[in-house]
């Protein structure tokens, strides 16, 4: 096999990162990525909190827990656990990526807000003519589904031949998969419509500004901290898109183009749009059932062997170990499973991810691209795992913006 040394490694967002987050931040407008140096630091202790149930609850059966604390964040979150990931070359400690996963987004008595789309057809039988309209209502789903977002990655790392915005998007996946008990049936992304350089939203100004007398970045912030207003405020009934604009009702259900592998990406993997687009901007959340994504579905534990070469290895994909503390590392390796069902990775992987022989580890078979660059990708088998050792972990139980 070729070599695959791993260069990159995913690890928890820490407090040393916020100068970077910061800065990222700035090149977006996603919500749950805010420019607020305040709402990011909050986000990130609480990452750190999370990490740290997960890796309690891997060793203990899990139990429905109850609202956190969360400090200035919105209080749909508060329910929530809230993984904060980052991307840095190994040995630089700088952070070049992100992406978040929220356990659950609102539940009973906290809704998340959207528009759901319909069609009405008309006809007026004395002119024998009729008219197809596509109208949006205020949607409230009550039933809390995980959330994919805060997906970024500086742009001198784009195109990579690493392909490094799909492993910084692709681990959230890896981590449900490791953790199914902690997350929901339904997994969310709500995806970015078009939005301007300088942050604003036609839709926005067509449609919800109409309502709500806020610039589109007033009134996205202040999802940070209350989402009445929406409710309050947005008319119950139909609203005829038809009144809009042309080139602002294009853009109800489309993406941007930046957004738009991110969009591919996930309907590869069984995502679909239904109808639901977001108040603000009218980007499209798409959804999918978590048990029939197969990156969950083949992820697993394993016990780490001894290190082998790289000749040895015949799978790639996506490795990761949680320690006792709740540092979570993960890399795209190389690696084999032995006779005994260890899984086994080269010296370099073993120090990427600061583990030794003997440590739980999970994994997820997959298609990535080896370092020497080849055309040429694997295709991994998930591996067996013994039935003593699936009930010890569990087994394989169990990706925007967050409103």
Known sequence: MAKHTPLFVVRRAMVSDLPTLHKMSKMVHFINLPPDQEILADKIRNSRKSFLRAARNAKTVHKPKGPSVTGGMSEKTAM???FMFVLEEINTEGCIGTSQLVSQMGGPGHPNVCFKLETREKYATDLKFGARHTVARVHLDESGPTELGGLVLQPSFRGHKMKLGR??????????GLHRKMFRQTILAELMAPITSSGESLVWDTLGRRFIPLSYEEADRFCQYS?????ELLPAGDIHLSLLPPAA????GEVGPETLPARRMLEGLGFKYEGYVDPFDGGPYVTAKTDDIDLVKNTFHATLGTAIGHEQTDQVGIVSVLNG???FRAIQTAFSIDRSDRLRVTSEAMAALHTEPGVDVGCTPMRVPVESGRAKK????????????AKKTGGRKRLGRSR
């Not at 492993?167 to 449900?176: C, D, E, G, P, W």
């Not at 694997?378 to 050792?389: D, E, H, I, S």
């Open 378 to 389: 694997l295709v991994a088998k998930k591996a067996p795992v013994k039935k003593k050792t």
């Open 80 to 82: 929530a656990d809230i």
């Open 249 to 252: 009702r294009a853009q109800i």
């Open 227 to 231: 989402r009445e207003f929406m409710m």
């Open 325 to 327: 503390d709740g540092d």
């Open 167 to 176: 492993f910084i998007a692709l681990v959230r996946f890896h981590f449900i």
